[in-house]
């Protein structure tokens, strides 16, 4: 059930964060979208999304650091959070996981994957 369902994009390359966020609306989320940290914290904090699909390398600050202040500080430290990078190394996958993430996706990865794990994350299937 996507319909309604909120979700934020934390992504600093451009023309990612634009191919989620079109993706997404196009699958019937209501999408909102930050180019970094701060920007990321200030609209999970005034939209209270769904669910936050997060990147690791932000320039501000690392998507590790946003998933405990989620954790930590609200509004809803419950939200699903998606980490997103590049590494296929073990290391930041466990870093993502023991800072509060629900789940990963290694980029690039397929469409289907992503919303596949999005909805799990959603539905609660995911611990």
Do not use: W
Request: glycine share 8%; proline share 6%; net charge negative.
């Amino acid at each position: 059930m996507t319909a309604g369902r909120k979700i934020l994009i934390v992504e600093d390359e451009v023309d990612f964060r634009e191919l989620l966020l079109h993706v997404l609306t196009e699958k019937g989320y209501r999408v909102s979208a930050a180019g970094n940290g701060e920007d990321g914290l200030r609209l999970y904090s005034e939209g209270a999304p769904d669910l936050v699909l997060l990147d690791v390398h932000l320039p501000d600050m690392s998507g590790f650091e946003i998933c405990r202040k989620i954790r930590a500080e609200g509004p809803r430290p419950e939200t699903p959070i998606l980490i997103c990078t590049v590494r296929s190394e073990v290391a930041p996958v466990a870093e993502g996981l023991s800072s509060g993430a629900t789940d990963y996706v290694l980029k690039p990865f397929q469409v289907s994957d992503l919303l596949e794990r999005i909805q799990t994350a959603l539905s609660g299937a995911v611990q």
